[in-house]
């Protein structure tokens, strides 16, 4: 149906990128293009689905709610469905977290931990603490505070006047060590720099805010676990809230159900979103001890967090979200997870020995491979190239710049992923 209003497609240039494709409906791994092709979701629709697309069970809990209670207002209401999603969500995150603030997606999860994490130390009478720190390469999201938080890129570079000045510290990507060491023998000796601005300016910091274990859209940079657990020891040390942005990373995306269970890591604030209602619905979600919430109770109306959408709990979302979630307590998700993760680690390996393939790296259901090419970096020419490969042998990957990835829905076959990334090995051999 032609219009006279056209769709504006995100991170699409009208005048450089293929028009999008029309998908008429999908099913566990596949998207049923209008033009009859059967496409690999190898992403996860940019790493929200779990279940598989069109998932029965989610579809059904979704009718049902709709017809019960589609959404109320969350001020000064609730509701059976956000109440369930509260009790499901409780049975999995670390028993520290004990409050949840809902919002849209994984970049208003992020606002509401850092405006939290301000207002906290408002509350508390040391408003000098308003300082943000965050890693090289991370990735937050797009809107003004998320992107304030993420590292300089293309996606950034319009908006530096609208970015707030963060702290930028050392991530560790082995790869491109920031400090010139081999991991054999490091001690992870890049959360130095963490270390010396907190002892200088933690009186003026309020928080540290990082993607644990893996970077997602900053290059699928894999941490090791000591990184992720000296940031902790750090902020603790230094009194700096800890906010893990679990957007990317959570349910089960790192092989557990979060990346800081991985780490035995417990973080002051959680940020997640994407696969908490499976892929179905847009939810956000930023978790917090008891003793964040409680500089929120006060007899001074003026230590409220006036923060809301209008979506905020939306019910037809928090039934998604339950579905999912009771999808993982009666399948044998975690038994998906390690199939893919073997998978990965085999069909990486071999990958290690072409020569046009610089570093691989895999944490759970993510693999990931970093080519060698003059033009390193998000805006790559090889970027185009190989996506448009991949699309004509029906397979859906987005490179970031150079780097390949795969972070398949757990429902993907054996036979499937394996297809994945025997395209992956011709691409490189057709085009490098
Ligand atoms: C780690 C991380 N945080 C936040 C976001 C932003 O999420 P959303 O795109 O839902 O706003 C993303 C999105 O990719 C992400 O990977």
Known sequence: MKSSLQIWHPFTNGALDPPPLLVRKAEGAFLHTADGRKIID???SWWVNLHGHANPRI???????????EHVILAGFSHEAAEELAERLSRWIPAELRHLFFSDDGSTAVEVALKLAVQYFQNLSRPQKTGIVALAHGYHGDTAGAMSVSDESPFTQP???MRYPVHRVHSAYCYRCPVGL???NCHIECVQQLEKLLEEQSGQIAAVIGEPLLQGAGGMIVHPVEFLQKVRHLCTKYEVLFIADEVLTGFGRTGKMFACDLANVVPDLMCVSKGITGGFMTMGVTLCTDRVEEAFRSENRLHTFYHGHSYTGNALACAAANENLRIFEDEPV???ISTIARIHGERLAH???MHQ???????GTMGALELVTEDAGYLSSLRPKLYGFFLEHEVLLRPLGNVVYVLPPYVIEPQQLHHVYDVIVEAIETLM
Do not use: C, H, N, Y
């Not at 579809?59 to 209670?69: E, N, S």
């Not at 393939?357 to 944490?363: A, M, N, T």
């Open 42 to 44: 190898a992403i996860s």
């Open 59 to 69: 579809a059904a809990a979704i009718a049902a709610q709709a017809r019960k209670l």
């Open 159 to 161: 908006f530096r006047s």
């Open 182 to 184: 081999k991991r054999e």
């Open 334 to 336: 975690f038994d998906r």
């Open 351 to 353: 990958l290690r020995g």
């Open 357 to 363: 393939v610089g570093d691989v790296r895999q944490i």
